[in-house]
Nanobody, 125 residues
Framework: VQLQASGGGLVQPGGSLTLSCASS????????VGWFRQAPGKEREFVAA????????DYVDFVKGRFTIFRDNVKNTIYLQMTSLKPEDTAVYYC???????????????????WGQGTQVTVSS
């Protein structure tokens, strides 16, 4: 069970990026998915999450209105669309999956069963 995160890069403040999280060897339909990020010297933090069917989403306050999480179960991929990027958004972004049990959305890293390798996002002029 493996996830592959991609789409990171260098972008100027105010710019946009869309990250992708694809599964390898299994379908993501049965899993809730979350995006986390970790900046140098900081702990990994929750960014956004989406329920198994995509009906429910949640975001940390500092990305609300700027980031959108959505899923395409036909393509077996979850996306994180990021707009109005700020230098403080610079981090390695990780996606993670969990088979839901008792909840639709999961916010804690410890709740997730498997992780992607991370993709670097750098916001700088």
């Amino acid at each position: 069970v493996q996830l592959q995160a991609s789409g990171g890069g260098l972008v100027q403040p105010g710019g946009s990026l869309t990250l992708s999280c694809a599964s390898s060897g299994f379908t993501l339909d049965d899993y809730a998915v979350g995006w986390f990020r970790q900046a140098p010297g900081k702990e990994r933090e929750f960014v956004a999450a989406i329920s198994r069917g995509g009906m429910y989403t949640d975001y940390v306050d500092f990305v609300k209105g700027r980031f959108t999480i959505f899923r395409d179960n036909v393509k077996n991929t979850i996306y994180l669309q990021m707009t109005s990027l700020k230098p403080e958004d610079t981090a390695v972004y990780y996606c993670a999956g969990v088979r839901p049990s008792g909840a639709d959305i999961y916010h804690r890293a410890g709740d997730y069963d498997f992780w992607g390798q991370g993709t670097q996002v750098t916001v700088s002029s």
